[in-house]
Nanobody, 123 residues
Framework: VQLQASGGGLVQPGGSLRLSCAAS????????VGWYRQSPGEQRELVAG???????VYTTSVKGRFTISRDNAKNTVYLQMDSLKPEDTAVYYC??????????????????WGQGTLVTVSS
C-alpha cells in the first residue's frame, strides 16, 4: 500500500488550498481515509476522515472550513481547506484506516501513512 500526499504550500490567512492523497496497492473504495496534521512539538491529530460510504468526521477547529471528499475512480481523497488560519500550519498526512460508527470519533487510523505535505499559513 502506498499513499502519496500533495498540494501543500504557502498561503496567506484567509486563503485556500486543496490537498490530495492518491492511493495504490489497495481496493481503495472499500477503505476509510483520514487526514492528520502535526505541528512542531505537538502530537499528530485527526483533521478529517471519510468512510468508504462517504460519511465524514471533522475535528472541531476545522468544521465549516475544511471539506473532505473522495473520488474512488481516481483512488484519491481530497481535503479542501478554506479560510485558512496561521494555526492550521502543519505537516498534513493521509492515512488508510477503519470506521466505527458506534464511536464518537468513528475514524481509527491504520498503519499506512503518506509522506506528508507542508501547509504554511502566513502573511
Amino acid at each position: 500500500v502506498q499513499l502519496q500526499a500533495s498540494g501543500g504550500g504557502l498561503v496567506q490567512p484567509g486563503g485556500s488550498l486543496r490537498l490530495s492523497c492518491a492511493a495504490s496497492g489497495i481496493i481503495f473504495s472499500r477503505r476509510s481515509v483520514g487526514w492528520y496534521r502535526q505541528s512542531p512539538g505537538e502530537q499528530r491529530e485527526l483533521v478529517a476522515g471519510i468512510s468508504s460510504g462517504g460519511s465524514t468526521v471533522y475535528t472541531t477547529s476545522v468544521k465549516g472550513r475544511f471539506t473532505i471528499s473522495r473520488d474512488n475512480a481516481k483512488n484519491t481523497v481530497y481535503l479542501q481547506m478554506d479560510s485558512l488560519k496561521p494555526e492550521d500550519t502543519a505537516v498534513y498526512y493521509c492515512n488508510v484506516g477503519d470506521w466505527y460508527y458506534s464511536r464518537s470519533t468513528p475514524y481509527a487510523p491504520g498503519r499506512t501513512w503518506g509522506q506528508g505535505t507542508l501547509v504554511t499559513v502566513s502573511s
